[in-house]
């Protein structure tokens, strides 16, 4: 890949801290400005998710929500504020994104994103962060991603607890979690600590500047577990399902 277009003044001074970072350098954020990232839901995680994607540089950044913000989401989804309530989610953070670096081309997609139209959505990106709150968006995101072979960053919050997942082919989210649970608890229900969103959504970015920069050892393959009441972490393998209807087999299932 030959290197883009040498950086401005004003560019330099904003990714100073990135340019002396022997992991990153010149070399890695020309890569992280030439990316182009999906973020589907821009809730609890695609919230600080897309505040750090965004403040890293990278070059192309979509998010994508059907929703508009509402009081309780103040508690934890830090891009929007009081007075975003009523606005659609895309709006309100395309326009917090754009006032953080305006050298970042974002575009906001008021949509759900399902299995109907997963695939086209997602052809053509670099990389996905999948923040959503249902399985079946969870599901339908990864399908595509496997499909498409697109790389995904997959994160999940309930409670005290929260997950980070990178998948990168085999084994896919649907390895994982194969159908929808029968019982699945909701933050509306059960409720979440707002700080636990902004721990997994700045992870879930960091994996996702990783993937892009080739910095370090990603989550690929694993899955990443904090406990946040007794300040645990712990890593464990993900295994590939032979049965997989995404990755497993012939592959002739998903999306």
């Given at each position: 890949m030959s290197p883009g277009p040498a950086f401005s003044d004003a560019e330099v001074e904003?990714?100073?801290r990135h340019l002396v970072l022997r992991e990153i350098g010149g070399p890695g954020q020309q890569k992280l400005r030439a990316a182009r990232i999906l973020i589907v839901g821009m809730g609890g995680l695609g919230a600080p998710a897309s505040l750090y994607l965004a403040a890293a540089g990278v070059g192309g950044l979509v998010i994508a929500d059907p929703d508009r913000?509402?009081?309780s989401n103040l508690q934890r989804q830090v891009i929007f504020t009081t007075t975003d309530r009523g606005r659609s989610k895309v709006d309100a953070g395309l326009r917090r994104l754009t006032d953080l670096n305006p050298h970042v081309e974002t575009q906001a997609l008021q949509l759900t994103v399902d299995a109907s139209n997963a695939r086209d959505l997602i052809d053509g990106f670099d990389l996905v962060l999948d923040g959503t709150d249902d399985?079946?968006?969870r599901?339908?995101?990864s399908d595509a991603c496997t499909a498409t072979g697109t790389p995904l960053v997959s994160g999940a919050?309930?409670?005290?607890?929260?997950q980070v997942g990178v998948f990168t082919g085999r084994p896919c989210y649907r390895c994982l979690v194969p159908e929808i649970p029968p019982e699945v608890e909701t933050c509306q229900a059960v409720g979440v600590i707002g700080?636990?969103?902004g721990v997994i959504g700045a992870m879930m970015a960091l994996?996702?500047?990783k993937l892009v920069t080739g910095a370090g050892e990603s989550l690929a393959g694993r899955l990443l577990?904090?406990?946040a009441l007794s300040a645990v972490t712990r890593t464990v393998r993900v295994a590939p399902d032979p049965h997989c209807p995404s990755c497993g087999g012939d592959q002739t299932g998903g999306v």
């Open positions: 904003r990714y100073a913000v509402e009081t399985f079946a968006t599901l339908a995101v919050i309930g409670r005290w607890t929260g700080a636990l969103a994996e996702a500047i577990v904090y406990d």
